[in-house]
DNA sequence: GTCTATATACGGATAGAC
DNA sequence: GTCTATCCGTATATAGAC
């Protein structure tokens, strides 16, 4: 699988993000009319992340949300209850949609080696369509309420596990050595983090996500595959 | 090399990097006496990066920093012009201390499989030693000014440079097989970064900065000697 | 050199008009 | 459903006392 394909299969579309999110959070949105709110989410979501990424939450004033998205800061509370519930609902979507991404893809493979090989796409394919939304996730985590907090750090540790998992179910069929499995999915988790994290550079060196799947998928059986 | 050996050799302790910061920024200090300035300066730098660590240093304010250390506001004002001013003169200091003691250290070794060895040791034992200086560099970058993010970025391709000169040297050698020295040089980075971006998780198992070097090293070592 | 008190500005959130 | 006007709290930065 290619990232092209992935595209076509999953449209992660900003407009189905938000009209999942809607579907959701149904009950604690003020306005009703469905097709209003979808519009007005997404045009809230990209406002914010584009502020948030570029200089964080904090800093970004829900004045600065409402002059950038085009709605006035009252109706915006109509959206939101606070700054904070914006940041846990956002928090919490992303790590929804994430998760039950991974376990479609990975489920139906067999072997340890196809799972290691799709995990690695499909993470680096879902944080590539929703670039954004991993990085505001990954640097705004610190800045969250405690409860949401550990709920995002136990949501990583989860996609973690999954890693670990594989690799533990290929060190038993003797198709990977027998290298600490904790330490091994840390440091792959440490390589698909990074596409996210400093996608400029890689974009300047022109390196596209499916070179870096590829690269990075020969670090990887290098060492699962060295005694 | 150890860690404990890394330590002897160069004393990082608080107070020696508070001492050469003032060196550097006497003039921009309103206050004269030394011996203040210097314990001051250890409180503020302290408290800082505690408070932007727990919860980002845009919702730190002045008063937050006054109270943990100690000093009034106004007082506070003295050592530093303005809240950006503190996080630019740090950002500032840490990237000096870093290239200072890489270049100190990777210098004296001949062959590209050593110097390598040595970057990812020293790197790592740096970002152990100051672990909240790296980590706050690394989290405030994007909220600094453009001309301080500049500068921080091309610090931190420089780090990156190091590294792929000496894997360039050691192809050359035929030391080390030809993948592409910027993308190994890449996710090297990546794996280093690691360390101080999660360095709760590690103490969390029990995984010493010494066995993090010996992990890494090794997975480093089997790629770029894979064929 | 350091502290207390304060000027000035801005942020989050809401009430009520339309 | 959305907008304008506004309250109240808190932020940075400084002035002047000690």
């Not at 991993?134 to 610190?142: A, G, L, N, P, Q």
Request: charge should be positive.
């Amino acid at each position: 699988m290619k990232y092209a394909e992935f595209q076509k299969q999953i449209k992660i579309t900003r407009k189905s993000i938000c009209k999942e999110f809607y579907k959701q959070n149904q009950d604690s949105i003020r306005i009703k009319k469905e097709e209003t709110v979808i519009r007005n989410l997404e045009k809230i979501f990209n406002a914010a992340l584009k502020i948030s990424n570029a200089k964080g939450f904090q800093a970004m004033s829900m004045r600065d949300l409402s002059n950038e998205m085009g709605l006035s800061t009252g109706a915006l509370y109509a959206y939101f209850s606070s700054k904070e519930d914006l940041l846990n609902k956002m928090q919490e979507h992303r790590h929804n949609i994430v998760m039950h991404i991974i376990d479609k893809y990975i489920s139906p493979e067999k072997n340890a080696y196809q799972k290691l090989d799709m995990m690695i796409k499909v993470h680096l394919y879902l944080s590539e369509a929703m670039q954004p939304w991993f990085y505001f996730s990954y640097m705004e985590t610190k800045n969250m309420s405690k409860s949401q907090r550990e709920k995002t750090v136990a949501a990583s540790f989860a996609i973690e596990k999954v890693i670990t998992d594989i690799i533990k179910q290929g060190q038993e069929k003797r198709c990977f050595n027998k290298h600490d499995p904790d330490m091994s999915a840390s440091i792959i988790k440490a390589m698909l983090q990074d596409w996210y994290l400093k996608r400029k550079k890689y974009a300047t060196r022109n390196i596209s996500v499916d070179d870096y799947a590829e690269f990075i998928k020969m670090v990887i059986m290098a060492f699962l595959n060295n005694p």
